[in-house]
């Protein structure tokens, strides 16, 4: 599944690899989980027995990069590098108006 695919289907999660200071100052997505990249290993057993797809973001697609090549190591089977916040904000938001 493509991740415009993901979004279409509404069966996902959303996690957020950018720090806590970054949230408050550039602000967040609803419902997406705060998993700071450097906390990714710590919590690997958190995020590999989520159930349905996982979209991971940051600021520009470049850590969360980092943490889908990470996790895809460890098993991770339905994961998806989201981009920049902003961006998957926009599609996510986008895609709401389909339904």
């Keep these: 599944m493509s991740l415009i695919e993901v979004i279409q289907s509404g069966n996902y999660e959303l996690i957020d690899v950018r720090e806590p200071m970054e949230l408050e100052m550039d602000g967040n997505i609803d419902g997406a989980k705060n998993i700071p990249l450097g906390e990714?290993?710590?919590?690997?057993?958190?995020?590999?027995?989520?159930?349905?797809?996982?979209?991971?973001?940051?600021?520009?697609?470049?850590?969360?990069?980092?943490?889908?090549?990470?996790?895809?190591?460890?098993?991770?089977?339905?994961?998806?590098?989201?981009?920049?916040?902003?961006?998957?904000?926009?599609?996510l938001e986008a895609n709401q108006g389909t339904f």
Aim: charged content about 30%; overall charge neutral; some cysteine.
């Design 40 to 91: 990714v290993e710590d919590r690997k057993e958190e995020i590999l027995s989520i159930e349905k797809p996982v979209i991971l973001f940051c600021r520009s697609g470049n850590r969360s990069g980092k943490a889908l090549e990470y996790l895809n190591g460890q098993g991770l089977k339905d994961g998806h590098n989201g981009g920049g916040w902003a961006e998957l904000k926009a599609a």
